[in-house]
Structures are given as structure tokens and as C-alpha cells.
């Protein structure tokens, strides 16, 4: 059973940061892409950004692109999500999951591990 743990969130004004952390419990992380993703209020769940299981590929939303930064660490079983310039519509529940990537025309991600609690995120003044 995969279970994954995500917190750092928390209430920032615009134009700020945070750094959200991705905790795996179980063996095998490195192999698992890691996908993070969001759900604002009234809308569904959509996808932020995947890493793979190596480190080595990434992908973003167009929304995040140039200012979210994925990253994970095998060593620690985590995996990190940088938020840098935020803006009032980045508002929502994050949630990160273990995943499989692959390349079909674009890249995919979709999510493997059962949805956790997610960390809120809110950007406003």
C-alpha cells in the first residue's frame, strides 16, 4: 500500500512562496513518478505537476509553468513541490501521488496511490 502525506501549506499574500513537502511511507519510491495536484473550491481535481521516478523528467500545467518547481529527494522518500510568485487563483487543497508517466502526444501522469488529505494553500491579501 502506497501512502503519501503532503504538507507545508498554509495562507500567503500574492507574489509569495511556499514550499510544499511530499512524504512516502513504503519501499520503492524511486520507482514512481510523483504527481502533485490541486483542487480549487467549486472545481475539479487537476494536475499541477509530475516528476519521474529518477528525478529526471519533468512537466507542468501551462497555468504554473516558470514559477512552480518540482523536485524530489530518493534519499529521504520526499518529494517537493516550490511555489514562487503565487497568485489568488493557486488556491486550493494540494495533494501529491505516486503515479505512472508516460508520453502519448504529451505527457501523462496519472495518479496510482489513493488521495490523502492534501494541504490548503490560499493566496490573498
Known amino acids: 500500500q502506497l501512502t503519501l502525506v503532503e504538507s507545508g501549506g498554509g495562507l500567503v499574500q500574492p507574489g509569495g512562496s511556499l514550499r510544499l513537502s511530499c512524504g512516502f511511507s513504503g519501499s520503492g519510491f524511486d520507482y514512481y513518478a510523483i504527481g502533485w495536484f490541486r483542487q480549487a473550491p467549486g472545481k475539479e481535481r487537476e494536475g499541477v505537476s509530475c516528476?519521474?521516478?529518477?528525478?529526471?523528467?519533468?512537466n507542468y500545467a501551462d497555468s504554473v509553468k516558470g514559477r512552480f518547481t518540482i523536485s524530489r529527494d530518493n534519499a529521504k522518500n520526499t518529494a517537493y513541490l516550490q511555489m514562487n510568485s503565487l497568485k489568488p487563483e493557486d488556491t486550493g487543497v494540494y495533494y501529491c501521488a505516486a503515479a505512472i508517466q508516460y508520453y502519448s502526444g504529451r505527457v501523462y501522469c496519472p495518479p496510482i496511490s489513493s488521495w490523502g488529505q492534501g494541504t490548503q494553500v490560499t493566496v490573498s491579501l
Open positions: 516528476i519521474s521516478g529518477s528525478g529526471g523528467l519533468t
